[in-house]
């Protein structure tokens, strides 16, 4: 099991308070808070003129624990 550590700055930057959203890209990956990347999902497909097709992404949740 793998961990990640963002830095206080980073989680108040992504406004993440105790969910958050893996999208992966490839061999890449972003990390969202969840209702914001629902909103650029929404707006990304709308841009598109409804398009058919994915963006290659692969979306999972989950929960983070703020130490300090």
Do not use: D
Not at 6 to 35: C, D, M, R, Y
Not at 51 to 62: A, D, F, L
């Amino acid at each position: 099991e793998g961990r990640i550590l963002l830095t206080s700055k980073l989680l108040k930057h992504a406004k993440i308070k105790n969910k958050i959203l893996f999208v992966g890209q490839g061999k890449t990956f972003q990390i969202w808070e969840p209702t914001i990347f629902e909103k650029f999902r929404v707006n990304a497909k709308k841009k598109s003129n409804g398009r058919s097709g994915t963006c290659g992404e692969s979306v999972t949740t989950g929960h983070i624990a703020i130490a300090g």
